[in-house]
């Protein structure tokens, strides 16, 4: 089994920037999938963005423009760099990695940005 652990989380003013990695704890080559997802107290994840193995990227209407995910296989590791940060990006971000008959989350990382 592969064990995801997210980092980078933190208090930000609105406006300024964080970059979220998430780290495996073994080769992310084999997953198909690797992504970013939130949750805010009282409501659903929701996905903020995705890159597939072939560097294809996906992000959420919120973030799109603003958030960036990147990969890097070597270390075994994603990347979420969040720009122009607001307050309604207030929550805990999970990472997730997926590949057919398998999938592993992280246990999530608190973002709280100030007004």
């Not at 805010?40 to 603003?66: C, F, H, M, N, P």
């Not at 960036?68 to 971000?93: F, G, P």
Request: hydrophobic fraction near 35%; glycine fraction near 12%; charge should be positive.
């Amino acid at each position: 089994q592969v064990q995801l652990e997210e980092s980078g989380g933190g208090l930000v003013q609105a406006g300024g920037s964080l970059t979220l990695s998430c780290v495996a704890s073994g080769s992310i080559f084999s997953f198909t999938v690797m992504s970013w997802h939130r949750q805010i107290s009282g409501e659903q994840r929701e996905l903020v963005a995705a890159i597939t193995s072939g560097d294809s990227r996906t992000y959420g209407d919120a973030v799109k423009g603003r958030f960036t995910i990147s990969r890097d296989a070597t270390k075994n590791t994603v990347y979420l760099q969040m720009n122009s940060l607001k307050s309604e990006d207030t929550a805990v971000y999970y990472c997730y990695a997926g590949r057919r008959g398998y999938f592993a989350w992280g246990k999530g990382t608190l973002v709280t940005v100030s007004p």
